[in-house]
């Protein structure tokens, strides 16, 4: 009697994966011209670059990166860290990094550390651990001299994003104290004296270019600084929410609030809304850096801004530059400019103020 069971079938067989000597063989070149051109080495004429490219392409032939680290000493990674994924300002930055560094077949380790010491430490050192071949990151605060000593003690290609502290690293720095003073002067123009600026601890770069700016401005004016109308309590939203809220109890309160964070705008909104103030009769707002809700508020707000995608290419060319040892030798600083935007949120200063 026959047995019903199914007759198990064997497995199906995988199919090989092309290898770069099939690719050198079919592009009519040397082995060695072929791993040059995926290897990405420029002395590669443009003929026998297009053959090996075709071939490639004919073959569906992917390179074998874990081995190619083996070779190089590489990890084909870079660690990028941010103080906040959720913020669109550092997402962009986050996306246009990616962009460069994925064309050139690095995987990205990404992390946030959410402005806490620990979790920068960690993570610095889980990257060095996994011999991360370049970082691009913003640190916590750049007076802490654990942290300082830990950058340097890494010895990795690092570049600085809006923070100026070690000088010895490449940094990407925003023209903050510029994008403050063309605020300034707009809303000068609408007859505010009485402004307020909220932005964090001067122990990083942002907070102390904003200061800056914000002095400079009024000097430049003869005017004295009024020192209460300066906060440098925080960064986040529901930080802005409770100095908002404050300032604005005032007996004599600000005509005009200017933010100097990226994440700050929808808790001042939020204070504003509680105390039943209209923006821009009753308070002027500007926002830094342009988002969704800048530009859908009601009325929408007016904000210092920069292009987060591009400064993000930026600084992934400047590291791939430096992992490779190209360009000079001498520590780089990119500014990158600033451009304020006037929207519905400025208005001209209520007349009983």
């Not at 002095?215 to 925080?234: H, M, Y």
């Not at 308070?283 to 830094?288: E, P, R």
Request: charged share 25%; hydrophobic share 40%; glycine share 8%.
């Amino acid at each position: 009697m026959k047995s019903l069971s199914p007759t198990p079938k064997a497995p199906r067989k995988q199919p090989s994966r092309a290898t770069i000597r099939e690719v050198a063989a079919l592009g009519g070149v040397a082995l060695g011209t072929a791993s040059r051109v995926i290897n990405k080495h420029p002395n590669v004429s443009a003929e026998n670059m297009a053959k090996v490219q075709a071939a490639i392409a004919k073959l569906g032939y992917k390179p074998d990166t874990v081995a190619q680290s083996m070779r190089n000493g590489e990890s084909r990674t870079v660690g990028i860290l941010v103080r906040n994924i959720t913020s669109p300002v550092l997402a962009g930055f986050v996306r246009g990094a990616q962009e460069v560094l994925s064309d050139q077949g690095y995987t990205l380790l990404l992390g946030c550390s959410e402005e806490s010491r620990e979790r920068e430490v960690n993570f610095i050192m889980s990257a060095a651990s996994r011999r991360i071949d370049g970082l691009i990151m913003i640190t916590s605060a750049e007076d802490d001299a654990e942290l300082l000593a830990l950058r340097k003690e890494i010895n990795i290609p690092t570049i600085l994003f809006d923070r100026e502290i070690p000088e010895s690293f490449d940094a990407l720095l925003i023209a903050h104290e510029q994008g403050i003073k063309q605020s300034l002067e707009h809303l000068f123009s609408l007859g505010h004296r009485r402004i307020a600026i909220l932005t964090g601890k001067d122990n990083v770069y942002p907070a102390r270019a904003r200061l800056r700016g914000y002095r400079a401005f009024f000097e430049a004016q003869g005017l004295p600084v009024d020192e209460r109308l300066i906060s440098t309590n925080t960064f986040t939203s529901e930080g802005a929410f409770v100095e908002t809220s404050a300032i604005l109890g005032w007996t004599q309160p600000p005509t005009a609030i200017i933010l100097g964070g990226i994440s700050m705008l929808a808790g001042s909104l939020s204070a504003i809304k509680a105390r039943g103030l209209r923006i821009p009769e009753d308070i002027s707002l500007v926002a830094s850096g342009d988002s969704d809700l800048a530009m859908l508020s009601t009325p929408p707000t007016s904000v210092v801004r920069w292009n987060n995608t591009e400064v993000g290419r930026t600084g992934a060319f400047l590291l791939l530059e430096r992992m490779k040892g190209e360009g000079s030798l001498e520590p780089r600083r990119i500014i990158v400019p600033t451009e304020y935007l006037a929207r519905g949120s400025s208005g001209r200063c209520p007349p009983d103020r």
